[in-house]
């Protein structure tokens, strides 16, 4: 392959030639151009960022590993070949760390990784000054000092103790505490904070419950810890359902976190598919009255309230609306009636979810001068609006996403059945440059695992975003198998 390879490193010459004068020159000339020359032109051609040099091998084969390596050091740029990195000051003044040894220290605390038999690292990467074992730190994020007990230098797995770290090193540092992802570590009278790496938002999510009360501390202490670590997972409460969901960038990385919950925690944890918030409103008018009298001896208690329900605006929420005349209920006693309708309203009589979407107007009542108290108001407010609801068609809503697909036109029919078996509507459809673009609206309880089962359906060439659009009916056919499984479970508040 003599003539091949000849014609080739012909060809790689005249592209190179392009970014280094020497080379052209000799090119242009005949003349025979020496490796160390040649080297140098792809090292300025690399650098210009018009030149990507492409490299076969096989790290499964052990092949070409330690070319890419010499070229790594050979052609990509030091840290004087590329512009100084930009910060930010307290009065968001843009502040540059120039590489320089013997400048003032700043350097960006890139990852962290909790090792078992030194504890936590932070990998860093000093950007200007000079960094020495035995430092005390400053975080601008929170405006506290760290002191580094040791300096390693990372080979893999190997770890080599050092003292000092220069502008452009990479080494792990041990002993700072209250440090995250994306955190610069400087000298406290360097007023900087350098640009974090910016991260994808997550993708999929799943509910996680420790199984024992011993589980429920460590869970809390081990989740905080690998969000800490692993800045692309996400934990939050979910308001309405109250479990702890996990977001991340796909299924696989969340059963990685739960096995390493599993493995280096202890923590013994089922997850699953979140629950779905669903929600209930009214499809007519109707009219409810609440009663709360005891009688026991002493002091009794009543409350009487009529009311009126009505659908509202979609997306207007729930509200309460006073229009009883001549007194019936007493001024001081309209306050906590409007807590119990509003209290009412978090529990629907469908299958126990949140009320939206209703106007309830207090046309009527009466009280007693001795009896009556707020106490007694406020749950003649909550029977009040349970009559009225079971009188006004009550229906049960789902949260409907939308879903914009982006696919290569050779998967698009895949893809399309496949929104229809979710339920999903489409929406619309649009190409551009060989690729499918369609939006659909699909409920929410049937998107679980959606990203990773497209990416199979289009050999993993199709992606997907999805955004919360709006609530929805629930289709009578899905209704009683919602209806049996949370219907069961505890109040919700």
Same mark, same amino acid.
């Given at each position: 392959?003599?003539?091949q390879?000849k014609e ?18 000799k090119?242009l ?5 020496s ?8 090292r300025k051609?690399t ?5 990507t040099g492409?490299f076969?091998?096989?790290?499964f084969?052990?092949k ?6 010499d070229?790594v050091?050979?052609?990509?740029p030091?840290?004087i070949?590329?512009?100084p990195?930009q910060?930010?000051?307290t ?5 540059e ?18 090792d ?7 990998f860093?990467?000093?950007?200007t ?12 994020r929170t ?9 390693v ?13 220069y ?5 792990a540092?041990?002993g ?10 400087c ?8 640009e ?10 799943m ?5 024992s009360?011993a589980?429920q501390?460590k ?8 969000v800490?670590?692993d800045?692309t997972?996400?934990v939050?409460?979910?308001?309405d359902?109250?479990?702890t ?6 299924e ?6 739960v096995d ?18 669903y929600r ?5 008018a109707?009219?409810g009255?609440?009663?709360f ?13 009529v009311?009126?329900?009505e659908p ?5 929420g ?21 807590d119990?309708?509003l209290?009412?309203a ?8 949140p009320?939206v ?20 108001f406020?749950?003649?407010?909550i ?8 009188k ?11 879903v914009?697909?982006?696919?290569p036109e ?8 496949d ?6 509507q489409?929406?619309g459809?649009?190409?551009? =440059? ?5 939006? *659909?609206? !699909? @409920?929410?309880e049937l +998107?679980?695992?959606? /990203?990773?089962d ?9 992606s997907a =975003?999805?955004?919360?659009?709006h609530? *929805?009916? !629930? @289709?009578?056919?899905? +209704?009683?198998?919602? /209806?049996e499984?949370?219907?069961k479970?505890?109040a919700?508040t």
């Open positions: 392959m003599k003539a390879t080739y490193r012909d060809k790689l010459i005249e592209a190179v030639s392009d970014f280094d004068d020497v080379i052209a020159e090119y000339n005949g003349e025979e151009i490796v160390n020359e040649l080297l140098l032109g792809v051609a650098i210009s960022l018009q030149f492409v076969p091998g096989s790290a084969k052990k070409g590993v330690q070319r890419l390596l070229c050091v050979n052609y990509l030091s840290p070949d590329v512009p990195m910060g930010q000051d009065d968001g003044q843009m502040v760390a120039v590489v320089n040894d013997g400048a003032k220290l700043a350097g960006l605390a890139f990852k962290l990784w909790n078992p038999f030194v504890g936590r690292l932070v860093f990467r000093v950007y000054g000079t960094l020495k074992r035995g430092m005390s730190l400053y975080n601008p405006r506290r000092t760290e002191r580094v007990s040791r300096l230098l990372m080979r893999a797995i190997e770890r080599e103790e050092i003292d000092v770290a502008a452009g090193d990479i080494c540092v041990v700072v505490k209250d440090v995250i992802t994306g955190d610069t570590l000298d406290e009278d360097f007023d900087i904070r350098l974090p790496p910016s991260f994808p938002e997550p993708v999929i999510s509910s996680i419950e420790p199984n009360k589980d501390e869970l809390g202490i081990a989740l905080q810890r690998l800490a670590e800045p997972l996400r939050k409460t979910d308001q359902t109250g479990q969901i996990l977001a991340g960038m796909g696989l990385h969340l059963e990685i976190i390493r919950m599993k493995r280096e925690f202890k923590v013994e944890a089922t997850s699953g598919k979140p629950q779905i918030a209930e409103t009214i499809s007519k109707s009219e009255e609440g009663k009298i005891r009688q026991s001896g002493g002091k009794g208690q009543y409350g009487h309230v009311i009126t329900l509202n605006v979609k997306g207007k729930v509200e309460v609306i006073n229009e009883t005349v001549g007194g019936s209920i007493p001024k001081e006693f309209i306050k906590p009636t409007t119990g309708l209290e009412g978090n529990n629907g009589v469908v299958a126990g979810f009320v979407d209703v106007i309830m107007r207090i046309t009527d009542g009466s009280f007693h001068e001795v009896d009556s108290s707020e106490l007694a406020k749950m003649a407010g029977f009040a609006f349970k009559d009225a609801m079971k006004a068609g009550p229906i049960l809503l789902e949260p409907i996403m939308g914009e697909v982006t696919t050779e998967y698009q029919g895949d893809l399309l059945g929104i229809n078996r979710r339920r999903g489409i929406q459809m649009e190409n551009k =440059s060989g690729a499918c673009i369609i939006a *659909a609206h !699909v @409920p929410l +998107l679980f695992g959606y /990203v990773t497209i990416r199979s359906l289009s050999k993993g060439r199709a =975003s999805v955004t919360p659009s609530f *929805a009916q !629930v @289709p009578n056919s899905q +209704l009683a198998k919602i /209806v499984t949370n219907a479970g505890p919700r």
